[in-house]
Nanobody, 119 residues
Framework: QVQLEDSGGGLVQAGGSLRLSCVAS????????VAWFRQARGKERERVAG????????SYADPVKGRFTISKDNAKNTMYLQMNNLKPEDTAVYYC????????????WGQGTQVTVSS
């Protein structure tokens, strides 16, 4: 089993920045890929960014390209999402997730952290 604990959300004005963190514990050696998802009220959950557990092979959803950066500190088993130039439409609950396969469903999820961007 793997446990994920995400944090770092908050209230920020449009144009501001936040950094989310996700600490993984347990059988992390089984992980292959981790990602950040978000879900706004009344909308479906969407994947924001992903990165290989070993680092590298990053990917981003079009709405956040050039503004968000996903990274990983292997020594700390921690994943980050640096969010710059935030927009009101970025308001959502953000979740970190991890999977043990190259493709397929994300099996492990954090509890979520609220990000609110005011205009």
């Amino acid at each position: 089993q793997v446990q994920l604990e995400d944090s770092g959300g908050g209230l920020v004005q449009a144009g501001g920045s936040l950094r989310l963190s996700c600490v993984a514990s347990g059988r992390t050696a089984s992980l292959l890929r981790v990602a950040w998802f978000r879900q706004a009220r009344g909308k479906e959950r969407e994947r924001v960014a992903g990165i290989a557990w070993s680092g590298g092979l990053t990917s981003y959803a079009d709405p956040v390209k050039g503004r968000f950066t996903i990274s990983k500190d292997n020594a700390k088993n921690t994943m980050y999402l640096q969010m710059n130039n935030l927009k009101p439409e970025d308001t959502a609950v953000y979740y970190c997730a991890a999977r043990e396969s190259v493709t397929g469903q994300y099996k492990y999820w954090g509890q979520g952290t609220q990000v609110t961007v005011s205009s």
